[in-house]
């Protein structure tokens, strides 16, 4: 069965002409799946009833099936979501602060081929990309949990799996998030992250859409990124940095580094001086992200006094900086946590 989020307008419009339903049909339809969000084709009022039968026996309407919900006490929400073939994913809705606007942190893969030391996920392995409509429902399903009390103003692409290594679906689906007829978010408001993926950045590089690129760095040379993420050593992270220099230099749009700190590793002065040559000459911003506790991995967060001094040498170092403050501590939000609890 195929599900309502795979079409676009031109593909709903030669469904509904092939079977003999006027194509003006396509454009009460989307709506109802992108603006307000029905839960339930008889909700689609202004379709005759026949064609609201037609689609709920023949077109799912939703690829993700809530099976747990948890809330953080600083408003973090958090769903495990069932898919058709029984396979979990999670995802996580961000409040902003401002009681309006929210982030939503979208899977693309369940699990994950990285096998990033302190990430949940990758110590579950990879087992199959998510489809675009189960990547888009996902905002979806949190668009219609919000309802009139707030909206999604952000998408990132930073919950479970590689976004590069499913790149046809990840970008179809942020194109559905972007689209004036889908989800109507702003490109730049949409950003894609990656372990550093080279092909995924130079392919990303070329492409006219203006979603934003973040790249999980954590390291400043490449003892330590092996130790974090084992994908480095095909790679490096000077050829990294080069990537992402050039990404910059064409699209004229600036590279998000995340940079999680773990004590007496990637947290020191020696670091934090070499981070801050390497990343010269480079149109970039720092995130840097004092992690969740996941498993018993051998690395420890950093003290808050390594944080602060961290971020002060790249301040000092005239790096852009931004200390990012983990969110949902309380209920499993780090990625892959939640799934790993209730597998």
Request: net charge neutral.
């Amino acid at each position: 069965m195929p599900d309502i989020s795979e079409y676009t307008p031109e593909s709903l419009k030669e469904l509904l002409v092939s079977l003999k339903i006027p194509a003006f049909r396509s454009k009460q339809i989307l709506p109802w799946v992108y603006k307000d969000i029905v839960s339930d084709y008889s909700q689609m009022t202004n379709l005759p009833q026949d064609l609201r039968t037609y689609l709920s026996e023949n077109i799912r309407l939703f690829t993700v099936d809530e099976k747990l919900r948890k809330i953080s006490t600083d408003g973090t929400m958090k769903a495990l979501f069932a898919l058709k073939d029984g396979e979990t994913i999670e995802t996580a809705l961000i409040p902003s602060g401002d009681g309006v606007n929210y982030t939503v942190c979208v899977s693309c893969q369940v699990g994950c081929p990285m096998n990033c030391a302190f990430c949940a996920t990758g110590h579950m392995g990879f087992l199959r990309n998510l489809t675009v409509s189960e990547i888009v429902d996902q905002v979806r399903f949190f668009s219609m949990v919000l309802g009139k009390q707030g909206r999604i103003s952000n998408v990132v692409f930073m919950g479970m799996g590689e976004p590069f290594s499913n790149y046809d679906a990840v970008m179809a689906a942020a194109t559905r998030m972007n689209a004036d007829w889908g989800l109507n978010i702003a490109a730049r408001s949409i950003t894609i992250s990656t372990v550093g993926v080279i092909s995924g950045i130079r392919n990303f590089m070329a492409d006219p859409r203006q979603f934003g690129l973040a790249v999980s760095l954590h390291a400043p040379n490449d003892e330590i990124r092996n130790k974090l993420l084992p994908y480095n050593r095909g790679i490096g992270v000077d050829h990294l940095l080069k990537a992402c220099k050039d990404y910059a230099n064409v699209t004229k749009r600036r590279v998000t580094f995340e940079y999680c700190l773990f004590k007496d590793l990637n947290d020191t002065y020696e670091a934090a001086k070499e981070l801050a040559e390497k990343l010269r000459g480079i149109n970039c911003h720092v995130n840097l992200i004092a992690p969740n506790e996941t498993f018993d991995h051998g690395l420890v967060a950093s003290p808050r006094e390594n944080v602060l001094a961290f971020e002060k040498y790249l301040t000092e170092m005239h790096v852009n900086v931004t200390l990012r403050k983990s969110m949902g501590q309380d209920i499993s939000a780090a990625c892959g946590q939640l799934k790993s609890e209730n597998s």
